[in-house]
């Protein structure tokens, strides 16, 4: 059964900084390609950052570049967002995905930006 558990989520205000997590279990972490996504109220899941299965490439959404930076944990079936400079119009709920043959999802993170 394949689990992705995002945490690290919560209240943050503008300039500040958070940390994602997302715990992956029973798969083949190494195989898989790894996405962060948000979803805005009331708006479709966007991508905010990928990265490839060894982590060696990696893609940012324009509106995260900078201040976003996407990393994985091969080893400890992990991946990362690493999120600095937060905006208001951050605030979202954060999905990690997997992607191999299929795509799998996790259950999403909230985070919100605000003074």
């Known amino acids: 059964q394949v689990q992705l558990v995002e945490s690290g989520g919560g209240l943050v205000q503008p300039g500040g900084s958070l940390r994602l997590s997302c715990a992956a279990s029973?798969?083949?972490?190494?195989?898989?390609?790894m996405s962060w996504y948000r979803q805005h109220p009331g708006k479709e899941r966007e991508l905010v950052a990928g990265i490839t299965r060894t982590g060696s490439s990696t893609n940012y959404a324009d509106s995260v570049k900078g201040r976003f930076t996407i990393s994985r944990d091969n080893a400890e079936n992990t991946l990362y967002l690493q999120m600095n400079s937060l905006k208001p119009e951050d605030t979202a709920v954060y999905y990690c995905?997997?992607?191999?043959?299929?795509?799998?999802w996790g259950q999403g993170t909230q985070v919100t930006i605000s003074s």
């Open positions: 995905s997997a992607r191999y043959v299929r795509t799998y």
């Open positions: 029973g798969l083949t972490f190494n195989l898989y390609a």
